[in-house]
């Protein structure tokens, strides 16, 4: 007997068998995530609706010593849920319910396969809202961006997951359940859920969660501010925040991607524009009116050719569609994609920029910079065709450069994303060996048996450089697949 027959044996020993997908044309669904590139076959895949099933299947897994990775709906763009080592992955799809929504401590108390937007329209008639909002945010799942400690445009103002989530129920390498963190402030002992947010399912499955609701502000404004100059945008970024003003969101769009998302969306993005800023303030309302004239202000003395404010919620909905839109958008350039995930100070903005596109033409590789400015978080996205010979070790080479010049001008790697399979080999770049090597000892307090999601997150040296390379991708290919 196989392992894989092993494993898929001893599941059907535990859960009911309808949950246990084991056929070639199931598993391939679970070969990738949206980060296109990094595949791999799990040998069975289990969709658990309870807990007690997914403790189940962790502790059979766990003593075969099969790797188990638990997956959301599969938006990460890293490369966090691939199944590189095949083994058992575990659905979380079908925890998908809020257990309950709570006005007066406006908190929720969720399962991990809630879809971010459907906690936001459960939680509008109290005035509430959950405020990450990573572009994915219509099909990416509250489990996936506490794994990945997930961001969005919002998160200028007010944070990323990790200042939302209050508590988890998680399920350890062994099959053991436990909850991290507490309903209450600043409960006494070490802060592991701290540990377990971001921790991209390298410490444990998470099968619940408290998570706080941000009040809806009572007046948003929304501004397109046109730029012909692309350093004048970046010093208006700095200057609006340096002036007192913290939006709510202050994203960029440089270049071609401008006019890839006004032909894709409609969003009224001017295409001939070299820089736009999508600049969101919200609170009360006398403060948002002096904000606005503060920003106007701002924005005219760096030059802005345009300065356009949404007058009703359509306007401001087509004009994030753009920036939501943006990634799909860009398939109109090239089929395929890498995007990176860099942090910057907001001061190095100006030089970063030059300096992507500068890469972009020594390696012959189209970039689009569409990001998250105000927190100096870029998302070089490298646009190729993976049929052209040599392309992907220069789309690789091109992000690396920019990734290290990021480290070099004080930033670092990911601000969002997480780490995953892309971007492990880089840790050593910001981490020295002795803090690498806490955080593997870290990573074995949790997951005894090296079970939980291995080769991610943390460097894993060659036996992981198959996936790096997109060597699955390119095999994909050869046999006629189109991503």
């Not at 921790?199 to 408290?210: D, K, R, V």
């Not at 999508?278 to 300065?307: K, M, P, T, W, Y």
């Not at 995953?420 to 048996?449: C, M, N, Q, S």
């Amino acid at each position: 007997m196989t392992v894989r027959d092993g494993l898929i044996a001893a599941l059907l020993q535990v859960v009911d068998p309808s949950i246990v997908l084991r056929r070639p044309e199931e598993l391939m669904l679970y070969e990738y995530d949206g980060s296109a590139l990094d595949q791999g076959m799990p040998e069975v895949v289990v969709v658990p609706r309870t807990t007690a099933e997914v403790a189940a299947c962790v502790r059979v897994a766990a003593q075969i010593g099969a790797p188990i990775i638990a997956r959301g709906a599969g938006t990460g763009l890293a490369g966090g849920s691939v199944p590189e080592q095949g083994g058992l992955v575990i659905s979380l799809a079908r925890l998908n319910r809020i257990l309950a929504i709570d006005p007066v401590a406006r908190t929720a108390r969720v399962q991990p396969g809630v879809v971010n937007t459907d906690l936001s329209l459960a939680a509008a008639p109290y005035g509430l809202h959950f405020a990450p909002d990573p572009s994915s945010q219509r099909a990416s799942t509250i489990g996936g961006n506490i794994a990945t400690n997930a961001g969005g445009p919002h998160c200028l103002k007010y944070g990323v997951t990790t200042n939302h989530v209050l508590a988890t129920t998680v399920v350890l390498g062994n099959g053991r359940v436990i909850e991290v963190g507490s309903a209450t402030l600043d409960a006494p002992g070490y802060d592991l859920l701290g540990v377990v947010v971001g921790s991209e399912g390298t410490l444990g499955i998470i099968t619940e969660a408290l998570v706080r609701l941000t009040p809806n502000p009572e007046a948003i404004y929304t501004f397109l501010a046109i730029y012909d100059d692309l350093d004048a945008a970046s010093a208006t970024v700095s200057a609006i925040i340096a002036d007192g003003i913290i939006p709510a969101a202050l994203e960029m769009l440089v270049g071609q991607g401008i006019a890839a998302v006004e032909a894709a969306v409609q969003a009224g993005y001017p295409a001939d524009a070299r820089a736009v800023l999508l600049i969101e303030i919200d609170g009360l309302r006398e403060e948002v009116i002096e904000q606005a004239q503060q920003i106007e202000a701002i924005c005219r003395s760096f030059g802005v050719r345009e300065l356009r404010a949404a007058q009703d919620e359509a306007q401001r909905a087509r004009l994030w569609a753009g920036r939501k839109g943006a990634l799909a958008a860009c398939a109109r350039i090239a089929p395929h994609y890498h995007i990176q995930d860099g942090v910057v100070p907001r001061s190095r903005l100006p030089e970063l920029l030059r300096l992507t596109e500068e890469v972009a033409k020594r390696h012959q590789i189209t970039i689009v910079n569409i990001f998250h400015a105000g927190d100096g978080n870029l998302h070089p996205l490298l646009l190729f065709d993976l049929r052209h010979p040599g392309v992907l070790d220069r789309a690789v080479a091109a992000s690396e450069e920019i990734l290290q010049a990021c480290v070099a001008a004080g930033g670092t790697i990911s601000g969002e994303h997480g780490i995953g399979i892309e971007k492990r080999d880089y840790l050593g770049w910001i981490f020295g060996p002795a803090d690498l090597a806490a955080f593997a000892d870290l990573r074995a307090v949790f997951d005894t048996g090296n079970v939980m999601n291995p080769c991610k997150l943390l460097p894993s040296g060659s036996s992981c450089a198959d996936i790096r390379y997109a060597r699955g991708a390119l095999r994909a290919i050869d046999r006629g697949a189109w991503i």
